[in-house]
């Protein structure tokens, strides 16, 4: 059964940071590319930015390119987003996500929220 479960979320004043975690289970994890999304109160499911089965490329929204960066450890099972810069903008939910067999799994979203 394919778990995603995300943590590291939390509150953060403008120009902070945090690091986001999403452990993996259930799936060959260093055989898929792993996304993560966000999700604003009121707006719709955003993609942040991906990453490939080894980590060697990595993608972003305009919105948060250099201030953002995900990175993945297939030891651990485990794929991170560290966000630096902070902005109220950029509070939401945040999710990570894998497609397996045809079908996008979603972990359960771990609060983000900018604020001073």
């Known amino acids: 059964q394919v778990q995603l479960v995300e943590s590291g979320g939390g509150l953060v004043q403008p120009g902070g940071s945090l690091r986001l975690a999403c452990a993996a289970s259930?799936?060959?994890?260093?055989?898929?590319?792993m996304m993560w999304y966000r999700q604003a109160p009121g707006k719709e499911r955003e993609l942040v930015g991906t990453?490939?089965?080894?980590?060697?490329?990595?993608n972003y929204a305009d919105s948060v390119k250099g201030r953002f960066t995900i990175s993945r450890d297939n030891a651990k099972n485990t794929v991170y987003l560290q966000m630096n810069s902070l902005e109220p903008e950029d509070t939401a939910v945040y999710y990570c996500?894998?497609?397996?067999?045809?079908?996008?799994?979603w972990g359960q979203g771990t609060q983000v929220t900018v604020s001073s």
């Open positions: 990453i490939t089965r080894t980590g060697g490329t990595t």
């Open positions: 259930g799936f060959t994890f260093s055989t898929h590319s």
């Open positions: 996500a894998t497609n397996v067999l045809g079908f996008t799994r």
